[in-house]
């Protein structure tokens, strides 16, 4: 019996003027769930029904993403890069981070760039969820995949500028909107990457549905503070050079046009074997 590990589906985004046609794998949520002996008990003993509640079919988070990369390599020649946002470890473990590790150094062995923001789970255990301790011992250990610094970091891949904001607090940082506009500055086309999509009405439905709540940020989701809506100004801004978002975090499909203008792309999670091919172009 033949098992279906990896649900690759394609997408596209048009932007006016590209010179050439762009190939990016969109990967998030494989929630990779390794631990070793090291773990204290009640560590291991919170991942552990994790580990069996994500076996889709009984296959493991590890097989999925292997299964994601084994598609990369047979495929790099037809990628231009990687995007990566968030929550593809459960909890940063000694051997989660070892593992990712391995992941993207095979990527640097295939001359594939890639973009990572963090999510939620990836720098925080269950124990210490979100503590000033998590955030200054293990936050930090994700700056070396993400150009330094885990908050803001922007990356050209071609004719493609990516700017990766890290909101997995269920909020923007006092500050970051003010990054943002300053990264903005002189780009024409931005695809903004980040963990917890915005709010759109289009998407609560589906999102109520799932999560029995909206988790997204702003309008009738989380609203921890007000700078959402300075970012999503940003956005929407008549010259704003954001195309389009790309997000993960819901675990399940969805498309939904922000303000009515600009596309918020949601891809379900690796850990079920879902990836987005986007094709970026100029029509
Ligand atoms: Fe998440």
């Given at each position: 019996?033949?098992?279906?590990?990896?649900?690759?589906?394609?997408?596209?985004?048009?932007?006016?003027?590209?010179?050439?046609?762009?190939?990016?794998?969109?990967?998030?949520?494989a929630h990779i769930?390794?631990?070793?002996?090291?773990?204290?008990?009640?560590?291991?003993?919170?991942?552990?029904?994790?580990?069996?509640?994500?076996?889709?079919?009984?296959?493991?988070?590890?097989?999925?993403?292997?299964?994601?990369?084994?598609?990369?390599?047979?495929?790099?020649?037809?990628?231009?890069?990687?995007?990566?946002?968030?929550d593809i470890l459960d909890y940063p473990s000694?051997?989660n981070l070892?593992?990712l590790?391995?992941?993207?150094?095979?990527?640097?062995?295939?001359?594939?760039?890639?973009?990572?923001?963090?999510?939620?789970h990836d720098?925080?255990?269950?124990?210490?969820?979100?503590?000033?301790?998590?955030?200054?011992?293990?936050?930090?250990?994700?700056?070396?995949?993400?150009?330094?610094?885990?908050?803001?970091?922007?990356?050209?891949?071609?004719?493609?500028?990516?700017?990766?904001?890290?909101?997995?607090?269920?909020?923007?940082?006092?500050?970051?909107?003010?990054?943002?506009?300053?990264?903005?500055?002189?780009?024409?086309?931005?695809?903004?990457?980040?963990?917890?999509?915005?709010?759109?009405?289009?998407?609560?439905?589906?999102?109520?549905?799932?999560?029995?709540?909206?988790?997204?940020?702003?309008?009738?989701?989380?609203?921890?503070?007000?700078?959402?809506?300075?970012?999503?100004?940003?956005?929407?801004?008549?010259?704003?050079?954001?195309?389009?978002?790309?997000?993960?975090?819901?675990?399940?499909?969805?498309?939904?046009?922000?303000?009515?203008?600009?596309?918020?792309?949601?891809?379900?999670?690796?850990?079920?074997?879902?990836?987005?091919?986007?094709?970026?172009?100029?029509?």
């Amino acid at each position: 019996m033949s098992v279906k590990y990896t649900d690759i589906r394609p997408r596209k985004i048009v932007i006016p003027g590209l010179q050439k046609s762009y190939r990016f794998l969109h990967i998030t949520d494989a929630h990779i769930l390794l631990y070793d002996e090291n773990e204290t008990p009640d560590r291991a003993d919170y991942a552990a029904p994790r580990v069996a509640m994500f076996a889709e079919n009984g296959i493991s988070t590890t097989r999925r993403l292997d299964a994601i990369w084994t598609y990369i390599e047979e495929n790099a020649a037809q990628l231009d890069g990687v995007l990566l946002t968030g929550d593809i470890l459960d909890y940063p473990s000694e051997p989660n981070l070892a593992y990712l590790r391995v992941k993207l150094d095979k990527l640097e062995q295939l001359s594939l760039p890639y973009v990572f923001v963090v999510g939620n789970h990836d720098w925080a255990y269950f124990n210490d969820y979100h503590t000033p301790h998590s955030k200054q011992a293990d936050l930090p250990r994700f700056a070396a995949f993400s150009g330094g610094n885990t908050l803001i970091h922007k990356q050209r891949i071609g004719e493609v500028t990516f700017i990766a904001l890290d909101n997995t607090e269920e909020l923007y940082a006092d500050g970051l909107a003010e990054a943002l506009e300053q990264a903005l500055q002189g780009e024409e086309n931005v695809l903004l990457m980040q963990h917890i999509p915005l709010c759109v009405d289009t998407l609560v439905p589906d999102t109520v549905s799932y999560w029995n709540r909206d988790i997204n940020i702003g309008a009738t989701g989380i609203q921890k503070n007000e700078n959402w809506k300075k970012v999503q100004q940003l956005i929407l801004a008549p010259q704003s050079p954001v195309k389009a978002l790309i997000t993960g975090h819901l675990h399940f499909w969805h498309m939904d046009m922000l303000g009515g203008k600009t596309p918020q792309y949601i891809t379900a999670n690796a850990a079920n074997g879902s990836a987005a091919l986007f094709t970026v172009c100029g029509e």
